[in-house]
């Protein structure tokens, strides 16, 4: 018999799938933008900005939402890698990954009401939420006010490096929501963590 507990409140199922919504939409016109070509258009140029504009400016606001919604309601302590010993098992989830889970072996750190995060999610989710997404939303609000955009950064020229930081923290935003849908197929069932995503529940093997 599967055990059922109750893990995500309502407002981070909406908040997670809001999010997931403005990323893709975000990584579809910055992908067109990027390689925009007159010979091909993946989204039409001024209406791929237009999306691009709006999505960033709802994902920023989504993010402050998360951080003060994360902050009142406790949550942001799942988002705290917890020492000692994080390494090591850092490792044994990402073995568990790797081929443990191919094997049938038990899930080394199973989800509890107290803790919904690995030791490995909690470090990479950890450095996703207060790293590098709010890098690409910052070199994003200085890509849509360039005026503000210091000439000079660490020597180089301001703009160029607002640009690069902003591509590179996108891609690993893009490559982050790649990986995350793939292990949401590790639970009890392919479906069963997408399906928490959407009631609350999560289950046991």
């Keep these: 018999m599967n055990e059922r507990i109750y893990l995500l409140p309502r407002w981070i ?12 939409a975000l990584g579809v016109t910055g992908f067109g933008l990027h390689f925009a070509s007159p010979a091909y258009e993946l989204v039409e140029f001024s209406l791929a900005v237009r999306i691009h504009n709006i999505a960033g400016l709802a994902l920023t606001g989504l993010f402050f939402f998360f951080v003060i919604a994360n902050a009142a309601s406790g949550n942001w302590r799942q988002y705290v890698p917890k020492s000692p010993g994080i390494l090591h098992r850092c490792w044994l989830q990402t073995r568990y990954y790797c081929w443990g889970v191919f094997k ?24 996703i939420m207060y790293v590098v997404l709010p890098a690409n939303i910052v070199t994003g609000l200085l890509y849509l006010t360039p005026q503000f955009s210091p000439p000079r950064i660490f020597g180089f020229d301001g703009h160029l490096t607002v640009a690069m930081l902003h591509y590179l923290s996108a891609a ?16 009890a069932k392919v479906t069963s963590m997408y399906k928490t995503m959407i009631t609350g529940w999560h289950e046991h093997e």
């Design 13 to 24: 199922r909406l908040w997670h799938w809001t999010n997931a919504v403005l990323i893709i």
């Design 104 to 127: 049938g072996e038990p899930e080394p750190f199973p989800v509890t009401r107290e803790v919904n995060f690995n030791a490995l999610q909690s470090l990479i989710y950890w450095l």
């Design 172 to 187: 690993i935003i893009l490559l982050f929501a790649i990986a995350h849908i793939y292990l949401g197929s590790m639970g």
